[in-house]
C-alpha cells in the first residue's frame, strides 16, 4: 500500500524540535525527508541530554524517525551547490533557524523562486512579523508569550508551564498542516509559497479559550466557573485557574486511595449536567438531585468546592483506575492521572500504535511516541533515525554526482 505523501520531496533544514516534530510527520505519511546537518556536529539534540555516551541522544532519535540524513557545509561554496542541486529536486524547504540565517546563507525566497519557483518554503519562527520578529525563540518562551503560562497554575502561585510542548511540538503540528494544504494548493496554481509558522501565534491558537474568557471577564468582571468565584477576586486580566476545566462543564483534579504516597493517585472528575443524578448516586448524595441549591449548572457554580470536596470523600475510597470504572459504568466523565511510566507500560497505546519501540544500532532499544495521526490507507511504521550522515553519498548518487567527486567534495570539507 502506497503512503499519502509518496512523491513529496522535503528539504529538511530543521533542527532542535518544533521543525524536527513537523518534518518527522511528514515523513511518517510518506514523504521522503532529506535532514540537511553539518558534518561533525549535526543537530544540536543529537548530543543534549545524551543517556548513552556516544549514541544520539533521545531527543534526536524521538524527533527524527523516518527521515535521511545528509551532511552539507551551506556556507562552503561547493556545499551551496550541492544545496542549490537539492532545492531544484524537492518540493518543500522546511526551517526553522533564527530569523535572518537563511538569508545570511545566501538562500533568501527570491533566490528559492529562481532556483525552483514550486518551492513551497515553510518556516518556524518564535514571533510574527512585528516588534520581536528578530528574536531567538525556545518551547517556554513561547509559552510565556502566546498567553498559557499566565493563564496556568494556582491563583496564590507563579506563572507555569506545561509539560506538554505546545511551542515546539504545537507549531511544529501547525506547520505540518500549512503545508500540506500550500502543497494542495500548489496542485491548482503550480507554485511554491512561503508559511510562516510562529510559535506565539501557535501558542494563542491553543490558547484561544483564554482570550474568550479575557472577553467575557472585561464584559461581566466574573466568571463563575473559575475557581475565583465566588470567594475569590478578579482582576483586570483571565486569572490562573487551577485546574477548573477550560469549558462549560466543571471540573477539578481529586485525590483518590493511596495519594498520601503516589504522586498521581488523583482523577480528573467533571460534574456534566446531564448526568448529575448519576453523580450524586454515585457519591450517596441522592438529596441534591433535586435539592433546589444543587439541582441545576447555576445553582452548583457557587457550591463547587463543597461539591468537589464531596466527590472526593468517595474517590478517596477508591484507586484512580476504580474509580474510573465505577463512573464510566454511569457515563460520568473522568481521566485518571497517568504517570508517564503507566503510559509507557500501557499495552493499548502499544497496539494502536501510539507508543512504539524501536531497535537503533548503537542505543539499541527505546519507546517512542508514534504518529497520533492515524490514517486508514496510509499506515505508518516507524523507522528509527538515521545516524549522523548516513545517506550523504546516496543522496549525492541520485542527485547525478560521481563517486570521485563525492569523495572530493568530503575531502573540500562541502559534505
Ligand atoms: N552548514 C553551515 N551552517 C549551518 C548549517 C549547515 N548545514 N546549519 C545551520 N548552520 C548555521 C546557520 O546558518 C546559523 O549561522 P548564522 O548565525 O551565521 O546565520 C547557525 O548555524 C546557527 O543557527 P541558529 O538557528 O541561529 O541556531 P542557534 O542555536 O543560535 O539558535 C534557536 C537556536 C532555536 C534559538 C533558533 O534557531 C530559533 O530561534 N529558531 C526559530 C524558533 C524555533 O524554532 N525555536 C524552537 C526550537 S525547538
Given at each position: 500500500?502506497?503512503?499519502?505523501?509518496d512523491?513529496?520531496?522535503?528539504?529538511?533544514?530543521?533542527?532542535?524540535?518544533?521543525?524536527?516534530?513537523?518534518?518527522?510527520?511528514l515523513?511518517?505519511?510518506?514523504?521522503?525527508?532529506?535532514k540537511?546537518?553539518?558534518?561533525g556536529?549535526?543537530?544540536?539534540?543529537?548530543?543534549?541530554?545524551?543517556?548513552?555516551?556516544?549514541?544520539d541522544?533521545?531527543?534526536?532519535?524521538?524527533?527524527?524517525?523516518?527521515?535521511?540524513?545528509v551532511?552539507?557545509?551551506?556556507?562552503?561554496?561547493?556545499?551551496?551547490?550541492?544545496?542549490?542541486a537539492?532545492?531544484?529536486?524537492?518540493?518543500v524547504?522546511?526551517?526553522?533557524?533564527?530569523?535572518?540565517?537563511?538569508?545570511?546563507?545566501?538562500?533568501?525566497?527570491?533566490?528559492?523562486q529562481?532556483?525552483?519557483?514550486?518551492?513551497?518554503?515553510?518556516?518556524?519562527?518564535?514571533?510574527?512579523?512585528?516588534?520581536?520578529?528578530d528574536?531567538?525563540?525556545?518551547?517556554?518562551?513561547?509559552?510565556?508569550v502566546?498567553?498559557?503560562?499566565?493563564?496556568t497554575?494556582?491563583?496564590d502561585?507563579?506563572?507555569?508551564v506545561?509539560g506538554a510542548?505546545?511551542?515546539?511540538?504545537?507549531?511544529?503540528?501547525?506547520?505540518a498542516?500549512?503545508?500540506v494544504?500550500?502543497?494542495?494548493q500548489?496542485?491548482?496554481?503550480?507554485?511554491?509559497?512561503k508559511?510562516l509558522?510562529?510559535?506565539q501565534?501557535?501558542?494563542?491558537?491553543?490558547?484561544?479559550?483564554?482570550?474568550?474568557?479575557q472577553?467575557?471577564?472585561?464584559?461581566?468582571?466574573?466568571?463563575?466557573?473559575?475557581?475565583q468565584?465566588?470567594?475569590?477576586?478578579?482582576?483586570e486580566?483571565?486569572?490562573?485557574?487551577?485546574?477548573a476545566?477550560?469549558?462549560?462543564q466543571?471540573?477539578?483534579?481529586l485525590?483518590?486511595k493511596?495519594?498520601?504516597?503516589?504522586?498521581?493517585?488523583?482523577?480528573?472528575f467533571i460534574?456534566q449536567?446531564?448526568?448529575w443524578?448519576?453523580?450524586?448516586?454515585?457519591?450517596?448524595?441522592?438529596?441534591?438531585?433535586?435539592?433546589?441549591?444543587?439541582?441545576t449548572?447555576?445553582?452548583?457554580?457557587?457550591?463547587?468546592k463543597e461539591?468537589?470536596?464531596?466527590?472526593?470523600?468517595?474517590t478517596?475510597?477508591?484507586?484512580?483506575?476504580?474509580?474510573m470504572?465505577v463512573?464510566?459504568?454511569?457515563?460520568?466523565?473522568?481521566?485518571?492521572?497517568l504517570?508517564?511510566?503507566?503510559?509507557?507500560?500501557?499495552?493499548?497505546?502499544?497496539?494502536?500504535g501510539?507508543?512504539?519501540?524501536?531497535?537503533?544500532?548503537?542505543?539499541g532499544?527505546?519507546?517512542?511516541?508514534?504518529?497520533?495521526?492515524?490514517?486508514?490507507?496510509?499506515?505508518?511504521?516507524?523507522?528509527?533515525s538515521?545516524?549522523?550522515?548516513?545517506h550523504?553519498?546516496?543522496?549525492?548518487?541520485?542527485?547525478?554526482?560521481s563517486?570521485?567527486q563525492?569523495?572530493?567534495?568530503?575531502?573540500?570539507?562541502?559534505i
Amino acid at each position: 500500500m502506497g503512503k499519502a505523501l509518496d512523491g513529496v520531496r522535503i528539504l529538511d533544514f530543521t533542527h532542535v524540535q518544533s521543525g524536527p516534530t513537523c518534518t518527522q510527520l511528514l515523513a511518517w505519511f510518506g514523504a521522503d525527508v532529506i535532514k540537511v546537518e553539518r558534518a561533525g556536529a549535526g543537530d544540536i539534540t543529537r548530543e543534549q541530554l545524551r543517556d548513552v555516551p556516544g549514541a544520539d541522544s533521545l531527543y534526536f532519535t524521538m524527533l527524527n524517525h523516518n527521515k535521511r540524513s545528509v551532511t552539507i557545509d551551506t556556507k562552503n561554496p561547493e556545499g551551496k551547490l550541492v544545496l542549490e542541486a537539492l532545492i531544484q529536486k524537492c518540493d518543500v524547504l522546511v526551517e526553522n533557524f533564527a530569523p535572518g540565517a537563511l538569508d545570511r546563507m545566501g538562500f533568501t525566497w527570491e533566490r528559492i523562486q529562481e532556483l525552483n519557483p514550486r518551492m513551497i518554503v515553510a518556516s518556524v519562527k518564535g514571533f510574527g512579523p512585528g516588534p520581536y520578529e528578530d528574536c531567538k525563540v525556545y518551547e517556554n518562551v513561547a509559552q510565556c508569550v502566546g498567553g498559557a503560562a499566565s493563564t496556568t497554575g494556582f491563583d496564590d502561585g507563579p506563572p507555569v508551564v506545561t509539560g506538554a510542548q505546545i511551542g515546539d511540538s504545537g507549531t511544529g503540528l501547525h506547520l505540518a498542516l500549512g503545508i500540506v494544504t500550500a502543497l494542495y494548493q500548489r496542485t491548482m496554481t503550480g507554485r511554491g509559497q512561503k508559511v510562516l509558522a510562529a510559535m506565539q501565534d501557535g501558542v494563542l491558537n491553543l490558547c484561544r479559550v483564554k482570550l474568550r474568557d479575557q472577553q467575557r471577564l472585561e464584559r461581566t468582571g466574573v466568571m463563575k466557573e473559575y475557581p475565583q468565584y465566588p470567594n475569590g477576586t478578579f482582576g483586570e486580566a483571565v486569572p490562573r485557574a487551577g485546574n477548573a476545566s477550560g469549558g462549560g462543564q466543571p471540573g477539578w483534579i481529586l485525590k483518590c486511595k493511596g495519594w498520601e504516597h503516589d504522586p498521581n493517585a488523583y482523577i480528573y472528575f467533571i460534574t456534566q449536567a446531564p448526568v448529575w443524578v448519576k453523580i450524586c448516586n454515585v457519591i450517596g448524595r441522592e438529596e441534591w438531585a433535586t435539592h433546589p441549591d444543587y439541582a441545576t449548572p447555576d445553582a452548583r457554580l457557587p457550591r463547587l468546592k463543597e461539591i468537589f470536596a464531596e466527590v472526593e470523600r468517595w474517590t478517596m475510597t477508591k484507586t484512580k483506575f476504580e474509580a474510573m470504572e465505577v463512573l464510566n459504568e454511569h457515563d460520568i466523565p473522568c481521566g485518571p492521572i497517568l504517570s508517564m511510566k503507566e503510559i509507557a507500560e500501557d499495552e493499548s497505546l502499544r497496539k494502536t500504535g501510539t507508543v512504539v519501540e524501536v531497535d537503533h544500532p548503537v542505543r539499541g532499544k527505546y519507546l517512542t511516541v508514534g504518529n497520533p495521526i492515524k490514517l486508514s490507507d496510509s499506515p505508518t511504521d516507524v523507522k528509527r533515525s538515521p545516524l549522523l550522515g548516513e545517506h550523504t553519498d546516496e543522496v549525492m548518487a541520485e542527485l547525478g554526482y560521481s563517486r570521485e567527486q563525492i569523495d572530493a567534495l568530503r575531502t573540500a570539507g562541502a559534505i
